[in-house]
């Protein structure tokens, strides 16, 4: 789609503004340092449907989804886009809702700090205007991090809900956190915040949540229930036999290599162009649309035969075992499918006003 917006970039000068080589040329080099990181991977098929991570079961109670993130986390760039892709996508789809009762969904963020290491201003600005606006669509989000730095002031102040365990203040960078930890608390007269951070014990936290006016409570210091379960890793076994028991079990275990749109038109556009006459002795087509070399009975090379009428060429087939597509591969037959079509249309002109800061 980038390819595409460069190569045509006098058609969307008058609407758009100028889309120089160099801005093209940035937007290449981020998509090659993701698909370096394998990001090509999460944008496969199946697509992840979002309406299997809002089950219920046969009482109505809610399904808690865990997504085994331990390797994309150690490809920050990919997870940090994964993650901003999964909050767009439920504040493109679910509608306007209001101050509901209990949320439909609500995501907790582990290791939050990956999401906006070395971020550039753009993006973060996205973050927060999700952050914000996302609490609408009846969705909760929280981020879990060791240290209250590693989220910036603008999305920081977004977070209603605040659960703080103890910090050390060991060093002057730890110092500033547990200040910056204590400043975004409502104060409590009798508890000095930037004094009991660095007290707490274990299952100790300072807490504040937002009240029945949406106002943040006073911080209180208080013990955090344990949890019910197991502590620890579980082994891979009973990893597998939880995945199993899973009502979608099966959907997303197996990629998906479909034959697009964009390979069916090329082969369709390719048996519309009449072959060029080929010198006698060439190898020319066979009926599958690969060569061999025409020879004579006698040994003499034969010229190369047209298709019979009534065997006209398929489409070439897909080999068996073909790796899977590059990213930008998949842009651009992506960018093939929508180009022509009003929804392409909207598409590149979102994607344009976003490049050039537009407000469409």
């Not at 990919?78 to 995501?107: I, M, N």
């Not at 275990?253 to 479909?258: F, P």
């Not at 591969?329 to 979102?350: D, F, P």
Request: glycine residues 8%.
């Amino acid at each position: 789609m980038a390819q595409y917006a460069g190569d045509h970039a006098d058609e969307f000068e008058t609407e758009y503004g100028r889309v120089s080589t160099a801005s093209i040329g940035a937007i290449q080099r981020g998509l090659l340092s993701l698909e370096e990181q394998d990001a090509d991977k999460i944008f496969g098929e199946p697509a992840l449907n979002l309406e299997d991570m809002m089950q219920t079961d046969g009482r109505g109670h809610g399904m808690i989804n865990i997504l085994a993130a331990d390797k994309l986390m150690q490809s920050p760039r990919a997870y940090s886009t994964f993650l901003l892709w999964l909050l767009s996508e439920l504040f493109e789809r679910l509608p306007e809702v209001g101050d509901q009762d209990k949320p439909r969904l609500v995501f907790f963020f582990d290791e939050a700090h990956l999401m906006f290491t070395d971020a550039p201003p753009v993006l973060l600005e996205k973050i927060e205007q999700v952050v914000r606006l996302i609490r609408s669509k009846g969705v909760g989000v929280f981020f879990v991090t060791q240290n209250p730095l590693d989220i910036p002031d603008v999305t920081l102040s977004q977070l209603g809900n605040r659960i703080q365990h103890a910090l050390r203040a060991f060093t002057p960078r730890d110092q500033k956190a547990v200040k910056a930890a204590a400043e975004t608390f409502r104060q409590n007269p009798k508890i000095n915040v930037e004094t009991a951070i660095t007290q707490l014990a274990t299952g100790e936290a300072l807490v504040s949540f937002l009240d029945e006016k949406g106002m943040p409570g006073i911080v209180e210091r208080a013990f955090v229930l344990p949890p019910t379960s197991q502590i620890g890793p579980i082994v891979p076994q009973i990893r597998q036999d939880i995945v199993r028991q899973s009502v979608i079990f099966g959907h997303y275990e197996r990629s998906i290599d479909r034959e697009s749109a964009y390979e069916i038109l090329k082969a369709r556009a390719e048996r519309r162009v009449p072959a060029e006459p080929q010198p006698e002795g060439m190898p020319g087509p066979s009926r599958y649309g690969a060569s061999y070399p025409p020879a004579s009975p006698g040994g003499r090379p034969r010229a190369p035969q047209p298709y019979p009428a009534e065997y006209p060429p398929p489409a070439p087939r897909r080999p068996v075992g073909r790796p899977r597509d590059t990213l930008l591969e998949a842009m651009a037959k992506s960018a093939a499918r929508s180009v022509g079509s009003q929804l392409g249309r909207q598409i590149l002109r979102g994607v344009m006003g976003s490049i050039l800061g537009g407000g469409r």
